[in-house]
């Protein structure tokens, strides 16, 4: 159960990546988010793909600085640290990548890799470490002699369990699962995210929880916030978002998940246009170009993500 006190907390980031092609010109993958993770909470981001979801992922984590904005873990200011103390605050972050296998030397049995994240972090001697590399890897449903496979030999849903048992050898605070299950069949995510559960709840981690896919978010997350070029457009708790959903934006990710509950079948929000670039988003609301409610006002300004409910937030000049 998430409690009040945060684990982390994110205030206006910014994330810019210039075109290599033309300096004047530059892409805005994150504006002005604003988020706080609670202690032992799965906070759920969700958005389509090029929203920007997971540059604010590597930007929590601190893989990538931000251009602007403050990343507060605990208490302590990522971006004050020197590059000795951030590297020692590392280990209360970890991420989980979609392709485990991109992130792992091919020529390096699995053993090795896990081992040598506790060496880098000069944690045990080499019995203790191999130690500690097979309890977790057992926590997390694979056996002692996988350690001596190279990742190759692996399947998708095996290849996730050894990324989640690397991020968890350091017993971190904040677990950023980015993407973790969309490359899995179906019956693999499920246990992928029932594994996810299980340790969250034996551990008492603390999640971000990145997806496309609205409904294994809602399955997995105590919180959701839901993105849209760059921006995050509402927030609230999962259940609260879902039966009284706000942002237009949000309506038409839920109209795309097929629900069999339902006798009758709800005429599905079709989005008009395509994304727009985030080199040239639009003025006012980004989302204006294809929400089917905008008004000239939604040209002028962009509204403020602001509380319409307890606990319920929109950017949004028509929800109330």
């Not at 602007?68 to 590392?90: C, I």
């Not at 000069?122 to 890897?137: K, N």
């Not at 095996?158 to 904040?174: C, E, F, K, T, W």
Request: proline share 6%.
């Amino acid at each position: 159960m998430a409690g009040e006190e945060s684990i982390l907390r994110a205030e206006k980031i910014y994330k810019n990546f210039p075109v290599k092609t033309n300096r004047h010109l530059t892409v805005r993958a994150v504006s002005d988010v604003s988020l706080t993770i609670r202690v032992g909470e799965i906070y759920g981001l969700v958005g389509e793909s090029g929203c920007g979801k997971s540059t604010l992922g590597r930007v929590i984590s601190y893989l990538i600085p931000p251009t602007s904005g403050k990343v507060w873990l605990n208490d302590t200011d990522l971006s004050a640290l020197p590059k000795k103390e951030l590297r020692r605050q590392r280990q209360n972050i970890q991420m989980v990548f979609q392709d485990c296998l991109a992130s792992m030397d091919p020529q390096q049995r699995v053993g090795d890799a896990l081992t040598e994240v506790l060496r880098v972090h000069s944690i045990g001697d080499p019995a203790q470490r191999m130690s500690a590399v097979i309890d977790i890897i057992q926590q997390v449903g694979l056996r002692p002699e996988h350690l001596f496979r190279y990742p190759h030999e692996f399947s998708g849903g095996q290849r996730q369990r050894i990324g989640l048992a690397r991020a968890l050898l350091l017993h971190p605070a904040l677990m950023v699962c980015d993407e973790p299950v969309s490359a899995l069949d179906v019956s693999i995510q499920a246990q992928i995210l029932n594994l996810l559960l299980d340790l969250q709840q034996q551990n008492h981690h603390s999640y971000l929880f990145i997806a496309h896919d609205i409904s294994v978010v809602k399955h997995i997350s105590d919180r959701i916030g839901v993105m849209y070029l760059g921006h995050l457009v509402e927030e609230a708790e999962t259940e609260e978002l879902f039966a009284h959903t706000a942002h237009p934006y949000t309506k038409a990710l839920l109209s795309a998940v097929p629900d069999i509950s339902k006798r009758h079948e709800e005429e599905r929000i079709v989005l008009k246009g395509d994304l727009p670039s985030p080199i040239h988003a639009p003025s006012g609301c980004v989302f204006r170009t294809r929400c089917p409610y905008a008004t000239a006002a939604c040209a002028e300004a962009a509204p403020e993500l602001r509380e319409i409910a307890p606990g319920h937030k929109a950017a949004c000049h028509l929800c109330k």
